[in-house]
């Protein structure tokens, strides 16, 4: 089951960070002439954390999902690792199959340089809100 967890959590918060980015890429599109790293990063950022945290929140109130939640920092760490190893296995072959051309290395490589912080970020979010004085770890397992 602890495979299962880093697998799907680490899913998640790539696609997470997909949905940060392009949201970001939307804003700056609106937002031209301006700089798009100024508009871009700032929202993909925050939006990458505010749905982790909203999935990792998600999973512990609905009953039949409470199996799935991150229980100690091994599956922490594994869902960040995790997390960075997908996104050039998925990607890769989307940015292929929506534009037509393999992406360069350097697109992969500022996705993991964005993804590496970001995530490490998004789970020391989660590791800090769920220790709240409010969160009874034990009703959530």
């Known amino acids: 089951m602890r495979v299962y967890r880093i697998a799907l959590h680490s899913f998640v918060l790539l696609f997470a960070n997909f949905a940060g980015i392009w949201v970001g890429f939307l804003a700056y599109h609106f937002a031209k002439p301006a700089n798009q790293i100024a508009i871009q990063l700032?929202?993909?950022?925050?939006?990458?954390?505010?749905?982790?945290?909203?999935?990792?929140r998600l999973i512990r109130f609905v009953p039949f999902l409470k199996s799935l939640v991150l229980c100690d920092w091994v599956e922490l760490i594994g869902t960040l690792i995790a997390s960075l190893v997908w996104a050039p296995a998925i990607f890769v072959?989307?940015?292929?199959l929506t534009q037509g051309y393999l992406t360069g290395a350097g697109n992969t490589i500022v996705m993991l340089l964005f993804q590496l912080p970001v995530n490490l970020f998004a789970i020391v979010?989660?590791?800090?809100?769920?220790?709240?004085?409010?969160?009874?770890?034990?009703?959530?397992?």
Do not use: E, K, N
Not at 42 to 51: E, Q, T, W
Not at 93 to 96: F, K, N
């Open 42 to 56: 700032p929202i993909a950022v925050i939006l990458s954390v505010v749905l982790f945290l909203i999935w990792s």
């Open 93 to 96: 072959p989307l940015h292929y």
């Open 125 to 141: 979010v989660i590791t800090i809100f769920h220790q709240s004085p409010t969160y009874d770890r034990q009703r959530a397992i």
